[in-house]
């Protein structure tokens, strides 16, 4: 039987070892589009590249777009195709954010290096679906969609407050104990074994059988969300978790709710109880604190952990 043809060279998603809030959060954001994106934090080396390629390979049978850091305005919005104009044929050219409409998500590494004024546009259009061009003589707007993530090292500086809100769910990267280096260390070593044999793969065909599984749990859960209940009993959770972590802004709480829905249609239920909030609500609250706000940490400790116990547990 001959070898299929080679593809990009990205561990399968379901290979990806640890990390399960990076990858819960993705699969969130994937299910309920309007949470407005994730922003993934970590040091060089955690894998969050690689992770959000084998997502999208996954999730959508491609590589994402990539923002480069020196990106001008013309390359995310649209302008004119220059050529073309030289030429003395006015023609427009769409941007990167068409481009992620089109393979279905937008992935800006380093977006704390990035240009605030290109990341606020980025995020506007993320969360509202409308790209509206105004500008060298174009004009209109554009209905878009598409899953956005961010990744960023806090060790190479920060994002301001404001546009920490914008981004819908944040998750840290997470250290991997002397076990978890040992498996990815095994599944580093097989992948690269696997793609260098000359007949097919048993390892790689598992693999692809569980990405596809992943695929359609997911397109399932985003075909039944919308008829997932959220009691109100919640919303008064989440309203009080919101004001005992002193979350600033009332985001917070709204994509919280959106992202427990999107949890509880994942898992097939259709309320969405205490448990999936509780959940959820680190990488919806982490980023809005005045501690987070200020730069100085996005950690989700033991303490805060405790109060959300107290109140869940009353």
Not at 72 to 91: K, M, N, Q, S, Y
Not at 277 to 304: I, K, Y
């Amino acid at each position: 039987m001959s070898r299929p043809a080679p593809g990009p060279r990205i561990l399968p998603y379901s290979r990806v070892v640890a990390q399960d809030q990076l990858k819960l959060a993705l699969e969130l954001n994937h299910v309920v589009p309007r949470i407005g994106g994730v922003l993934m934090a970590g040091p060089r080396g955690t894998a969050k590249s690689t992770l959000v390629r084998a997502f999208a390979l996954m999730a959508h049978g491609e590589l994402p777009v990539t923002l480069p850091i020196n990106a001008t305005d013309d390359r995310v919005v649209g302008g004119w195709d220059l050529d073309a104009l030289i030429r003395g044929e006015p023609r427009p050219q769409p941007g990167l954010l068409e481009d992620a409409a089109d393979k279905g998500l937008l992935y800006v590494d380093e977006v704390n290096l990035l240009d605030d004024h290109l990341v606020d546009i980025i995020l506007d259009v993320a969360a509202t679906g409308v790209l509206s061009v105004q500008r060298e003589g174009l004009a209109g707007a554009k209905y878009l969609s598409f899953g956005l993530v961010g990744t960023m090292n806090p060790e190479e500086g920060g994002l301001r407050p404001q546009l920490l809100d914008r981004f819908g769910l944040m998750v840290t990267a997470g250290t991997l104990d002397a076990s978890a280096r040992h498996l990815l260390l095994r599944t580093v070593l097989d992948f690269e074994h696997e793609l260098a044999r000359d007949e097919n793969s048993e390892w790689l065909s598992a693999a692809e059988r569980d990405d596809t599984g992943t695929r359609d749990r997911l397109t399932e859960a985003r075909h039944r969300v919308r008829g997932v209940d959220v009691p109100d009993r919640v919303l008064e959770l989440c309203a009080q978790a919101a004001e005992l972590t002193d979350a600033v802004g009332q985001r917070g709480e709204i994509v919280a709710v959106l992202a427990a829905r999107a949890l509880a249609a994942l898992e097939g239920a259709d309320t969405v109880t205490p448990v999936h909030l509780q959940r959820v609500l680190p990488m919806a609250l982490r980023h809005r604190r005045p501690e987070a706000a200020h730069g100085d940490t996005f950690d989700w400790g033991p303490e805060d952990e405790a109060r959300l116990q107290d109140l869940f547990g009353a």
